[in-house]
């Protein structure tokens, strides 16, 4: 007898996806679906030449030349967030100058600038002029990941997070992760951990991530991929992902967990209440994507997507 996997991640395109979850967007709010994978989304000839323009840009650094200084200085560290009006880092799992393990970031990050408000909104509005010159009609990443976001939104509208009086989020955010940068298990969430109260789109009951790979690390046959653990955060959950043994926990509790196995060019969604990781893989050229989070509430019509 073949075992029927009891938590499913949803795919490949959009069309199979909504026969089988007429509202996905629900079934990933409820849990019942660990993440919706949509395959192919952009050409990965696509990809390859969007990383060529940002490294040509200056935007990104080619790890196998001399790296300007100034991408090391600007170098965010793994787990790092702040909370509230906090401007001190809450929590980095390394210091900044300990590994090559780099994150360079191309947009607006609301969890790094958002302690303070009006040099956020004020860097948002630059990422909109930047993006609307580095990318053309026909290959804007970000275009596809809210169109894709769009038809899976059973009727709900989805547009770039804004404040009442119209200021704009950054819509979304590139990030390249170099020398096997990793997410250890952790969650992520405008209300339960950065408490960003006077944030618009703290008002949604659930965030989700909209993720779209660029290019992958690879190192021998190993890539790096993102884990969902079938566990949402809780109060009980929270000290071993500040001690570090998540692990351990999921294994005495018998929680599940699912890899989801993606190539340039394909895009996930996922909540980002489950506890999830990404562990890196040191190879020769970093993994980049294109990530987004994403409001959702079941009795709201707007579905807000920033960065
Ligand atoms: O890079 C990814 O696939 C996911 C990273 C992550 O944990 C997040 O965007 O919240
Ligand atoms: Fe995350």
């Not at 696509?46 to 200085?73: G, H, M, N, S």
């Not at 790092?80 to 300990?98: I, L, S």
């Not at 970000?142 to 894709?148: E, K, P």
């Not at 997410?183 to 993720?211: M, N, T």
């Amino acid at each position: 007898m073949t075992e029927t996997n009891p938590w499913p991640i949803a795919g490949p395109d959009v069309a199979t996806i909504t026969a089988d979850h007429p509202q996905p967007l629900e079934a990933l709010a409820a849990g019942d679906v660990p993440a919706l994978v949509i395959r192919g989304a952009v050409s990965t000839q696509t990809c390859e030449q969007l990383v060529d323009r940002f490294v040509a840009e200056q935007l990104l650094y080619d790890p196998r030349k001399p790296i300007p200084d100034q991408f090391i200085e600007d170098a965010i560290p793994e787990g790092y967030y702040r909370e509230g009006r906090n401007k001190d880092a809450t929590f980095a799992w390394k210091a900044k100058t300990a590994t090559g393990r780099r994150r360079i970031d191309i947009g607006t990050s609301l969890g790094y600038r958002g302690s303070d408000p009006d040099d956020f909104f004020a860097h948002s509005r630059e990422t909109h002029e930047l993006f609307a010159k580095l990318f053309t009609t026909d290959d804007d990443p970000i275009r596809v990941l809210y169109h894709n976001l769009q038809q899976l939104a059973a009727g709900k509208h989805v547009l770039t997070a804004r404040e009442p009086d119209g200021r704009l989020y950054g819509p979304a955010i590139i990030r390249a992760h170099y020398g096997g940068y990793t997410y250890a298990p952790h969650f992520d969430s405008v209300r339960l951990r950065e408490k960003r109260e006077d944030f618009a789109v703290h008002s949604f009951e659930h965030q989700f991530a909209g993720v779209l790979v660029l290019q992958n690390t690879q190192l021998g046959d190993q890539t790096a991929q993102c884990v969902l653990h079938r566990c949402q955060w809780s109060p009980e959950v929270d000290p071993h992902l500040k001690e570090g043994s998540f692990h351990e926990y999921a294994e005495r509790e018998s929680i599940g967990n699912v890899q989801v196995v993606l190539q340039p060019g394909d895009l996930y969604f996922f909540n980002t209440r489950s506890i999830h990781e990404v562990p890196g893989i040191a190879g020769e050229l970093p993994r980049i994507v294109l990530a987004t989070f994403i409001g959702y509430s079941s009795d709201r019509d707007d579905i807000f997507v920033w960065s």
